[in-house]
DNA sequence: ACTAGCTTGTGAAGGATTTCACAAGCCCCC
DNA sequence: GGGGGCTTGTGAAATCCTTCACAAGCTAGT
């Protein structure tokens, strides 16, 4: 397959989210024009997205909501469950694994971890924390290929090496630093304070030709 | 000013984070190759990236480190400090309100706010729950322009309106749904399931030609 | 003061992504 | 069964972003 631009992916997830929003809805059909409109895009831009993976419209009707959820969960990978486990049982790493958006979505947070001992043997909804060093063993047990990582900057690679080590695949990392991968692992970061930073950055150079 | 892409902005704050951990270790200078190995990427892009804010660097040398820091400083806007509402003092609310790498950036959060009466009045480290309805009001007295959003999505589109109405300029959006902003007002969406996402395709689209 | 050795700043080239624009296909109605 | 009205899928064009490559400038050492 030719490669695809992380926008398109980026933008695909969104389609998603409308479709199911429509199909809640009883919508049977949707346009490229009505998907654009919701995702703040242009209808040539959607049909694009889609064209990498197939051709599910039909003409002079639109897409079928239904099937465009299914074709888009699959090229998403959505199509099965995937077990995660999250490192760090702090104020970030408990939000997230509280959070049902996940759950709602494919995702099924099988583990919790952290290093203090006040910590572990708490519960975070139906799950307990447990010590980072059984980190290993469960990534096994569970065949868990994603983490997210939810320590202190200092402790980020260390445990990064570690879980993929361990068999995990992909990272999604919240500390705010850089982080190196073994190739053939995913990486995400996600730095808050630089998206705070772009928005001040938009704020102090907007004097002219007015933003988005 | 020519239009700065958004990959720029956010390379340089990954700069000045590299830069900051330079000065910290008494670093004098630092080259457009060094920044660029500690950031993924090449000499030439960090300077067409610095470029199209002046020139920093000396010829032979580099750049000196505070120097520099302090110009990517001002063109982030973060030679200020920036007063910051959260509105939403749920698990990602109260997580956001205690993170202390906001403060240590520039960024001040001056209020949090709720509308359920069982968090109004809690206290999240040296801040107070407030009430939601006080939100006009304080936005207004404390001249907050930035205003951070970890409401649940039906109420994201409604909290995002008021606040922009009293003088929010900019707004850091959490709930995944799709917002409208006015003009003249910037918005960021992060969507941690899209996150994921992003990773499970990775994840079931490597099976040829490795990723990244 | 001159040279050797780096490193910057930047046009130009190259590559990637988005937008344009239109032929082709499908539905529905008459 | 044919025509009107939409909408898709997609090459080609346009735009945006990154990389190349090199002249110019600075430092340090002699
Ligand atoms: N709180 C936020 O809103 C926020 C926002 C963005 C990014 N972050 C980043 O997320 C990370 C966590 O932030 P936080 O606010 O949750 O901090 P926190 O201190 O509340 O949580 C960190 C947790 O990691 C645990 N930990 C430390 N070393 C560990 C190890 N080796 N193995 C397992 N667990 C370990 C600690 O015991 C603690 O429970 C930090 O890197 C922070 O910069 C936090
Ligand atoms: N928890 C996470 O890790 C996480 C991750 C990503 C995104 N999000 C998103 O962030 C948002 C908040 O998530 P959460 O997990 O913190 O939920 P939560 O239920 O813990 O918190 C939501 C808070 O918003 C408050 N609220 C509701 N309506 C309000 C209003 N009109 N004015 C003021 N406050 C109001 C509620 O009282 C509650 O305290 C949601 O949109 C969620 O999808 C959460």
Redesign the interface.
């Known amino acids: ?1 030719k ?2 631009a ?1 926008s398109t ?2 933008r ?3 389609y998603l ?1 409308f479709l199911e929003e429509g199909e809640a809805r009883a919508q049977d059909t949707i346009s490229s024009g009505e998907l654009a409109r ?3 895009t242009t209808s040539a831009q959607v049909r694009k997205d889609l064209s990498f993976f197939g051709s599910f419209g039909k003409r002079g009707l639109g897409y079928h909501v239904k099937d465009l959820i299914e074709a888009i969960r699959e ?4 199509d099965k469950t ?1 077990p ?1 486990v999250i490192v760090g049982a702090g ?2 790493g ?3 694994a ?2 049902r ?2 759950s709602s ?3 099924r947070v099988v583990g919790v971890y952290d290093r203090d001992p006040a910590r572990i043997g708490q519960r975070l909804d139906g799950l307990t924390i447990r010590a980072e060093s059984e980190l290993e063993r469960d990534i096994a047990k569970l065949k868990a ?2 983490a997210v990582l939810c320590v202190p900057s200092e402790a980020a690679q260390v445990l990064l090496d570690r879980v993929t080590k361990a068999g995990i ?4 990392n919240f500390a ?3 982080l190196r991968v073994p ?2 692992v ?1 990486l ?1 970061s ?17 004097i ?5």
Not at 190 to 206: D, H, P, Q, Y
Request: charged share 20%; proline share 5%.
């Open positions: 397959m490669h695809i992380e992916v980026r695909l997830s969104l989210r919701l995702g703040g090229i998403l990978g959505l995937w995660v104020k970030i408990a939000a997230l509280q959070y958006g996940f979505r494919g995702f290929q994603i695949r992909a990272v999604l705010p630093s850089p190739k053939g995913a995400r996600v730095n808050m304070a630089t998206e705070l930073e772009i928005l001040t950055f938009a704020l102090t150079n907007r002219e030709g007015g933003p988005r």
